[in-house]
């Protein structure tokens, strides 16, 4: 059974489908990125699966438990981490996690046990009497994070974790949310910032104007560019660009002044077939380099590259 399962989920205001049948699974121990740009629905969904927006139709299910069920059952397998900090800046760090704690009804003597190892595990134990007013954004969103955990969920969704926060506090939260993974836990994971679900993600979904766009592991979905690779080369002159698009694994071939960039299959067994006609073209070369496509390259190309204010 899927740690989380979303299906066919909608959600409308006035004539406007902010999700339009939305549907995903999360195993326990994986990652699932969640992407889209501004306005896309993502917030929405996560909305739905945490309960604090009815779907119009479709639904969420945590373990086998549902909202039309038992519904604190449900939200007790749920952790939730929101893009706005939801922290009461004038009560200890402690005790903060501690309140969140006794929202899920456990025990006190569990409520100090957790709230202990939680604040331990985000790197704040030594400032567990500090007030949240006196963190920094990367504190506090750690903070945050110990208060979702407080109850032992399955699932925790994360909703932009990392905004606002400096590269050593998102490395922190990085090494956390591995942990948690490697602890079987359930996440989802959404974000602008496309290398973290590159590094974290073990699925992603990408949605937009309320629909799923793509879905699969980064490798399927780089598969769905015209080139997975790319070789660039500075030339020393002129070249007919012909010869190289009938090249065998060549995808394409763009030239902009001096500078050529060829899409390949694979850089490691066709590139040289490429020097070896840009030589044999009579043509000097004075840079070379090389990449491959990225998860941006497959965002953009689905998404489009109009601002989404």
């Given at each position: 059974m899927?740690?989380?399962?979303?299906?066919?989920?909608?959600?409308s205001y006035g004539d406007r489908a902010a999700v339009a049948d939305v549907s995903f699974t999360v195993r326990a121990g994986e990652v699932l990125g969640l992407l889209g740009p501004n306005g896309a629905g993502k917030s929405t969904t996560v909305g739905m699966i945490s309960g604090f927006t009815t779907p119009d139709a479709g639904s969420v299910s945590v373990g086998g438990a549902t909202l039309a069920g038992d519904a604190?059952?449900?939200?007790?397998?749920?952790?939730?981490?929101?893009?706005?900090?939801?922290l009461y800046d004038e009560l200890p760090a402690i005790a903060n996690v501690e309140l969140f704690g006794s929202l899920y009804g456990l025990p006190k003597a569990r409520i100090r046990q957790r709230a202990a190892e939680v604040i331990e595990m985000v790197g704040l134990a030594d400032r567990a009497r500090d007030k949240p007013a006196t963190f920094s954004g990367g504190m506090k969103r750690r903070l945050n994070i110990a208060c979702a955990l407080v109850h032992d969920p399955d699932v925790l969704l994360l909703d932009e974790p990392t905004a606002g926060v400096d590269p050593q506090s998102r490395n922190a939260i990085f090494d956390n949310l591995e942990s948690l993974k490697r602890a079987g836990k359930?996440?989802?994971y959404t974000t602008h910032y496309m290398e973290e679900v590159e590094r974290l993600a073990d699925h992603i979904v990408i949605i937009d104007h309320g629909r799923v766009v793509a879905t699969g592991t980064l490798a399927e979905l780089l598969r769905t560019l015209p080139a997975a690779q790319t070789l660039q080369i500075e030339l020393d002159g002129a070249l007919d660009v012909a010869t190289l698009q009938a090249l065998p694994g060549v995808k394409q071939v763009r030239l902009h002044g001096d500078l050529l960039s060829v899409g390949l299959d694979d850089l490691s067994s066709q590139a040289a077939a490429v020097l070896q006609a840009v030589a044999g073209a009579g043509v000097g070369v004075r840079h070379l380099s090389s990449g491959r496509a990225s998860l941006e390259d497959v965002f953009l190309a689905l998404t489009g590259r109009q601002l989404r204010d």
């Open positions: 899927p740690a989380l399962e979303a299906r066919g989920l909608r959600k604190f059952a449900y939200k007790r397998r749920i952790g939730l981490v929101p893009q706005d900090l939801a359930a996440l989802v």
